[in-house]
């Protein structure tokens, strides 16, 4: 396949990352091997022992690059990170309405002519932390160095200190009802990208139903992976927002991706009822006319509804309808970027909610079903006949997470999801291969809650099962980490 | 005797405790609609959404307070701008809980209604703890505002007249602009220089609310704790009506009273005496 050119989100690259390196170190066969989106072709055909163990070690680096919490905005307006957050970076029904309103709070005080000159929007988050990573079923040399030696399959367990990835946040109003985001965003080597970098027309005609975002921005999760409250190796993603079926590599899309294009969204006054629909190149986020010249459609709808002294629920459902190309022009063999051709579509559609028993107690349930072109399962060009037994890959996810906030500034996490093939891309292969289940447990203290600044003692644990037609794969993390940001 | 005395007493102990009980149970609930707010939970949800501003005391001297302008309200005061209520009594739990989700425009203030109306129930039953004041008065009753007259070009002289009269244009200025002779002079209860409504500022909404009822309350009801008094007293329904028509002339929205004073002022404008000291009235 043509070269594909790193565009997903960090996050999405670690998740990636993390499972190819549980794939390939569970000796799996060369389909499931590159079972995972792959963002750059280095990673997804590595199949070195020296490729597994760096991608390896890098994994939850850059899990947590892109988390959105943004002191500027408290800054601006002196309010504590409480006050959008449920527990900082995933937003309260609060902050959920200010996002919508363009990074405005409605009091005719949002434009930057309203601020101190020398206020500047911008936010830095890093995550200093120490990890311990460890995988079962990892493919080794016999004797370490002798490559003549054989190979076997060990559990590899690695840890010590180490650093995230870094965000550079700057976000908030260009002029009232104009709003900007700009996220320069590193890996823990200091390897730029740009996350997010848009500009957002608010209340067009006087109207909340009416904005028009045009960049690369966060698809309209009513569950949010930018913003969630995990950081680790094995949690810091979920696997439902990346995952592909076994033996595909010709779609590397992924929910959770930050996507370029444009889109019109609305909400109601108080956000309790929201809309998204947008139109996006077919690149999974990459700013490059890196692959053909398609296009996704997201659609996002949600309600929610105060529910007395439970609190506000929310209920939404999506729909992702997009499409890559099979097969590209070539020049001496070599695939010429941007000219793909022969596009095969795929969707994603499923439901999500956001549910509280009270102030304490919050549940996350989300369900998707997913459906890839035979085409696009079998990585078969559409201008050849598929192979024998090829067939649309189809598969479930589910999650459900929950929070329980002893106070504003301490939670504790849980999470449980599950992977389902419902259909294989290839009739011939196991039934259950690339079955997932992940578990992932944690806290996170904020010592400090005020306006300018944000820091985060975070710890957990987290263990992803993998099915590799064989025995299954197990890779677990242990994560102690300082969030902070100001 | 002295058993009697005993008696009474600790009767009269009881009903004393009975009463300041009643009266701190009343204080540490709210009441709106159908909701009771409870201070115990609003005291949670008052630190994690307001505490930064108006204060751990509710003073209004929250971290926040020293950036903020105009200051953070001072609950231990009692004094609230925007009240159904006459001018020097409290406000009713339903006007806290409307203040609150509505936000208080040009200021830091947010739309709270995002949140469940029983949180906001909640903190309206907590921000009362902050003044004795809610222990040991009731709640003023509302003001009856009567029906809204039709809106006649006469209505808005009339307002205009009024708006010379009470003379108005000292602070908000002649033309609405919140730039009158004493607008510098001005401060709030606490000594904080506090500006007067600009009406041609363009935006839709008011201090307390954004129709026409809620400017009759305003200066029906003054706004507490700001130099902007009550005009119960000084004016009947009919011309309080009338002002508010013409202060909607004076903001530049396509307003029905907009729409009728432009036409009338294409014809007859040069007839009309500026408003201020030289207006002769």
Sequence with gaps: ?????????????????????????????????????????????????????????????????????????????????????????????????????????????????????????????????????????????????????????????????????????????????????????????????????????????????????????????????????????????????????????????????????????????????????????????????????????????SQAWDAGKLGVQRLGAFAYLGQRPTYYQTSGGAPIAGTGTGAKGFYRVGLAGDFFLGNSLEFLPFVMHAHDNAFLGSNTPSNVALPAGAQAPEWNGAFLESHYYINPQLVLLGRYEAIRMSQQANAGMPSSLGNQDALSFGTRWYPIMFSRAGLAWDGEWSIVKTNTGGAPMWSNSVLIALDFDF | MRHHSAVGALTGLGMLLLVAGVATGAAQESHIGNLTGHAASGQKLYKRFCIGCHGPDGDGNGENAQWIDPKPRDFTAALFKCRSTPTGTLPTDQDLFNAMSRGFVTTNMPIWEPLAAQNRADLVAYVKTFSPRFTTEKAGVSITIPPEPAISIDGILRGRQTFQKMECWKCHGPAGHGDGPSASTLTDSKDNPIRPYNFAAGTTRFMCGANNQDIYRDFMTGLDGSPMPSFADQLQPAEAWDLVHFLRTLQPLDTPEARIWRQWVATHGKDLKPIGPDNGQ
């Design chain 1, 1 to 301: 396949m043509v070269e594909r050119f790193f565009g997903g989100g960090s996050r999405a690259t670690a998740c990636r990352i993390g499972l190819v390196v549980a794939m390939i170190g569970a000796g799996a066969p060369g389909p499931v091997a590159a079972a995972v989106r792959g963002t750059g072709s280095g990673v997804v055909t590595a199949r070195g022992t020296s490729a597994t163990l760096t991608a390896y070690a890098t994994a939850y680096a850059a899990s947590r690059t892109n988390a959105k919490a943004i002191p500027a905005f408290a800054r601006k307006y002196g309010l504590a990170c409480s006050a959008c957050h449920t527990a900082w970076p995933e937003l309260n029904a609060f902050g959920q309405a200010f996002r919508d309103r363009g990074y405005q709070l409605g009091n005719e005080r949002d434009s930057p002519i309203w601020q101190n000159a020398s206020y500047f929007p911008v936010t830095a988050r890093i995550t200093p932390q120490w990890h311990r990573e460890s995988a079962n079923q990892q493919t080794v040399d016999v004797v370490p160095g002798d490559t003549t030696s054989g190979t076997t399959q060990r559990t590899l367990t690695m840890s010590g200190f180490g650093l995230s990835g870094m965000d550079l946040w700057m976000a908030g109003t260009l002029f009232k009802n104009i709003s900007f985001v700009l996220l320069p965003s590193s890996d823990e080597n200091a390897q730029w990208h740009f996350e997010a970098a848009f500009v957002r027309f608010d209340n067009l005609a006087n109207s909340g139903w009416v904005n028009f975002k045009f960049g690369k921005f966060e698809l309209d999760n009513l569950i949010s992976e930018k913003r969630f409250l995990f950081l680790s190796g094995n949690g810091g993603s979920y696997l439902s927002y990346h995952f592909a079926p076994p033996g595909e590599t010709s779609n590397d899309f992924g929910i959770g991706d930050n996507q370029i294009g444009a889109e019109l969204s609305g909400h109601s006054d108080n956000s309790y009822t929201r809309y998204g629909l947008a139109l996006l190149s077919s690149t999974d986020g990459n700013p490059d006319l890196a692959e053909g010249q398609s296009y996704d459609a997201d659609l996002t709808l």
